[in-house]
């Protein structure tokens, strides 16, 4: 894409953009909620585009009026220090323009959401228990280091120690954006607790990470759902309290079961059980739109497969490896204690270059 259709796309979406400014405070838009929070969401999403076009803009003049003083100054020295900043300026140029054919590519509308994390035990028995319960301990610090807010809705513990199912919310910036690379199995190589010989076994957890589902995307009857309430267990099978505060949902159409009992409150744990089943429930129509992203990509970053072997933690070596992008780093202690945002962060470059394949803006 040339320099003028470039700044001529960016023009309209800077109009958009104070379009948008001017409607949010419209009091007739303030009261339809549903609108006010899809207008709101957009010119969050358009703010970095709007902000790289006027850095845009200034490089671009800057370069001109480098280039008018290098064509009509005899001074030297002044033509020196034009020269020196144009050059300058045409370095940063094609940096500020990669980084706006990025912006321009549409992102997925899921990524600002909050999310609904399920980890559960695979192949390997105990050990795939105790592993499970190490990968979560490792996905909450990551979120306690992101100052992102975590809420425990169900787990089931393992007879050896960690959890055969630990499902838990988060909130936060971003939250799935980040969080959605983590889907996949994940499969540990290390002698276990319960090995009485050395020898190095493989087990596996599975890793699923839902976008939560706004209240006005999913209308689901009341009809539709069958309410049991139990008493709620903690850690050893300890009863957390003596009143049917647990709630269980069950969905009739879609067979979608909840479980929620980490609140003392039946009320509380009744509105976290309601806002995870309408993710499941969002999440079946979203499954859809990930197939279709996963047909497309020769990669599987961010495509959803969940059946998919994505990362391996070695022990033995201290090595971590992600599969998805060939990348190893042999810091797996730091890893476990909920260091994983460099990896993180490499996958969402290799995501990024493949859309940048993917877009029809030209290079």
């Known amino acids: 894409m040339n320099q003028s259709l470039l700044l001529e796309r960016l023009e309209g979406i800077k109009i958009r953009f104070d379009d948008i400014a001017q409607k949010v405070t419209d009091p007739d838009i303030m009261s339809d909620m549903k609108r006010y929070i899809k207008l ?10 709007v902000n790289a076009f006027h850095n845009y803009k200034n490089i671009i003049g800057n370069i001109n009026s ?8 005899e001074d030297e020295e002044l033509k020196e220090m034009a020269r020196e900043e144009l050059n300058a300026l045409n370095e940063q140029l ?13 992102k997925d509308p899921e990524d600002s959401k909050n999310a609904i994390v399920e980890i559960r035990a695979g192949t390997g028995g105990d050990e795939a228990s105790i592993f499970a319960g190490d990968i979560s301990r490792m996905y909450l610090k990551f979120c306690e280091t992101k100052g992102w807010k975590t ?3 169900h787990f089931s513990e393992g007879t050896s120690g960690g959890y055969k199912e630990f499902i838990f919310s988060v909130e936060g910036d971003n939250v799935y954006g980040i969080l959605k690379y983590e889907s996949g199995v994940h499969r540990v190589q290390r002698v276990p607790q319960t090995e009485t010989q050395g020898r190095v076994h493989t087990s596996a957890a599975t890793v699923a990470v839902l976008p939560e589902a706004e209240d006005f995307e999913i209308d689901i009857k009341n009809e539709d759902i069958r309410k049991d309430t139990y008493c709620s267990s903690g850690p050893g099978g300890q ?6 505060s647990a709630v269980r949902l069950t969905h009739a159409p879609t067979g979608i079961v909840v479980t929620c009992q980490d609140q003392k409150s039946q009320l509380k744990n009744l509105e976290k ?8 429930i969002y999440n079946i129509q979203y499954q859809k739109y990930m197939d279709e992203i996963a047909s497309k990509r020769k990669t599987m970053v961010s495509t959803g497969d969940r059946s998919a072997k994505i990362r391996t933690y070695n022990y033995p070596q201290g090595r971590v490896t992600d599969h998805r992008i060939n990348f190893t780093a042999y810091n797996l202690p730091i890893v476990m204690n909920g260091d ?20 029809s803006i030209e290079s």
Not at 41 to 48: I, N, R, S, V
Not at 95 to 106: F, N, Q
Not at 239 to 244: D, E, G
């Open 273 to 280: 059980a309601m806002k995870e089943l309408r993710s499941r």
């Open 239 to 244: 009863s957390v309290n003596t009143t049917y």
């Open 66 to 73: 480098s280039k008018e003083i290098l064509n009509s100054q």
């Open 40 to 49: 709101n969401k957009e010119y969050k999403e358009l703010e970095p585009l």
């Open 340 to 359: 994983i945002g460099e990896i993180i962060e490499k996958l969402q470059i290799a995501e990024n270059a493949e859309r940048l394949n993917e877009s």
């Open 94 to 106: 094609p940096i500020i323009e990669d980084e706006i054919k990025l912006l321009l590519i549409p």
């Open 151 to 153: 809420s425990i809705s």
